[in-house]
């Protein structure tokens, strides 16, 4: 099956700064790359998604770009807020259903 | 529109208790999933079911069974409640097509005592 690795694992920054978290998989099949944030005690909420056929997507201060060659893709925010700080997730899937996750990053935006 | 509903909010078993997780949603989709969540181990697949009347095992399915019992409702059962089984439980679900997102209920989190 697919596998999702993500880094870091913690990333901590100044408010302000920008953030990239990256993610690899390995499934050359996987067609669709969404991340999640998860604020504590919450559920995973859709922030952006990109497709295989794109190579980047920008929605304000977030972007995702993704290589297929590679098979990486990362999440940009810039001019991070306090309020950036949650758990970020990566996933990746693979034909129609399942979907695979990474690990998490935990972000944490100091003011 | 509630979305995707889990119940209950909270559970503790004993060793060896069973007990059911209820999901529901309301958006029409097709294909809903089971994932757990423990720290530092992201989102891990227990079971899924693509259309009503399939299930399919995720990665991690040892220890559960799942009923799709129509296409709005899929429950997750413990028939044997482990240590192991002590989690954040969320439902998810999504329609059919590439590129489409998972839409996740607000988590069932079970402590096995």
């Known amino acids: 099956g697919e596998n999702v690795e993500q880094h870091p694992s913690t990333l901590s920054v100044q408010e302000g700064d920008s953030a990239v978290i990256k993610c690899t998989y390995s499934?050359?099949?996987?067609?669709?790359f969404p991340w999640y944030k998860q604020e504590l005690g919450k559920r995973p909420q859709l922030i952006i998604d990109i497709r295989s056929n794109v190579g980047e997507k920008k929605d304000q201060r977030i972007a995702v770009t993704l290589n297929k060659t590679a098979k990486h893709f990362s999440l940009h925010i810039t001019e991070t807020q306090p309020e950036d700080s949650a758990v970020y997730f990566c996933?990746?899937?693979?034909?129609?259903?399942?979907?695979?996750f990474g690990s998490g990053t935990k972000l944490n935006v100091k003011p | 529109n509630a979305g995707v509903t889990q119940t209950p909010k909270f559970q503790v078993l004993k060793t060896g208790q069973s007990m059911t997780l209820q999901c529901a949603q309301d958006m029409n989709h097709n294909s809903m999933y089971w994932y757990r969540q423990d720290p530092g181990m992201g989102l891990r697949l227990i079971y899924y079911s693509a259309s009503e009347g399939t299930t399919d095992k995720g990665e991690v399915p040892n220890g559960y069974n799942v009923s799709r019992l129509n296409k709005r409702e899929f429950s997750l059962r413990l028939e044997s409640a482990a240590p192991s089984q002590t989690s954040v439980y969320f439902c998810a679900s999504s329609r059919e097509g590439y590129n489409s997102p998972l839409h996740f209920g607000n988590g069932t989190r079970l402590t096995v005592t």
């Open positions: 499934d050359s099949a996987s067609n669709y």
């Open positions: 996933a990746a899937r693979p034909g129609f259903n399942k979907f695979y």
